[in-house]
């Protein structure tokens, strides 16, 4: 069965520059969720779309946007990139009206700020 | 405040064993919960998920129970394999409210030794 697809799995960038990163959701789910794992940390809850419009926003930082789009693939874009930022960003989605509303998580995209 | 603990926080058993695996949450309104396996790096992979309505939930080796009076859930794995080796989140969504708001535990990583 097709997963959360997510480009890239690596990314290395230098302090102050710009990052995006693309999630492609499992088809016809129609709401994608961004979360951010420090080292050793639980995920934390950035932002998610339900239907292309933002539904909820966690703790996104101002520096970071997202949007998804008509296909339902979402981007998030993460400019002025601090050594903070280096963790490991798992974007997962549902179908809102699926019983339970399970998210699948995707394999992740490792952010490394040097 | 909603919390989500796990214990032990890390386990080590030999292949072949049985263990078991402790959440207790302090979420409310309660909507479900869910047992995730997460390899090193890797998004969660979904293994249970229940409501209060639900007491036990298998998935192969994997049974789940839930006692939604004390809060309290618990994951058993049956003849350990080396691939369980990973670390197992339980994750407790708040009902109602918004679509990003699962509440993660730290995870108990267990390691299985041949």
């Known amino acids: 069965a097709a997963g959360v697809i997510q480009s890239p799995r690596h990314l290395i960038k230098e302090k102050r520059e710009t990052a995006t990163l693309k999630c492609y959701p499992i088809?016809?789910?129609?709401?994608v969720y961004w979360y951010q794992q420090g080292p050793g940390q639980d995920p934390q809850f950035l932002i998610s779309?339900?239907?292309?419009?933002?539904?909820d926003k966690g703790s996104i930082p101002d520096r970071f946007s997202a949007q998804q789009f008509s296909d339902y693939h979402s981007e998030l874009n993460m400019s002025s990139l601090e050594l903070g930022d280096s963790a490991l960003y798992f974007c997962a989605s549902s179908l809102m009206l699926a019983s339970y509303n399970e998210q699948f998580f995707g394999p992740g995209t490792r952010l490394t700020v040097l | 405040k909603n919390q989500v603990e796990q214990s032990p926080q890390s386990l080590i058993i030999l292949e072949g064993k049985n263990c078991t695996l402790q959440c207790n949450y302090t979420v409310s309104p309660f909507s479900n919960l869910r047992w995730y396996k997460q390899d090193t790096g890797r998004g969660p992979v979904s293994l249970t998920i229940?409501?209060?309505?639900?007491n036990t939930k298998s998935n192969g080796r994997y049974t789940a129970t839930l006692d939604a009076d004390t809060k309290q859930s618990s994951l058993h794995i049956t003849a350990s394999q080396l691939s369980d080796s990973a670390s197992y989140i339980c994750?407790?969504?708040?009902?109602?409210?918004?679509?990003?708001?699962?509440?993660f535990g730290k995870g108990t990583k267990l390691s299985v030794k041949p």
């Open positions: 088809p016809r789910h129609d709401t």
């Open positions: 779309f339900y239907e292309k419009m933002q539904s």
């Open positions: 229940m409501t209060f309505s639900e």
């Open positions: 994750v407790v969504r708040v009902y109602g409210g918004s679509q990003g708001n699962l509440i």
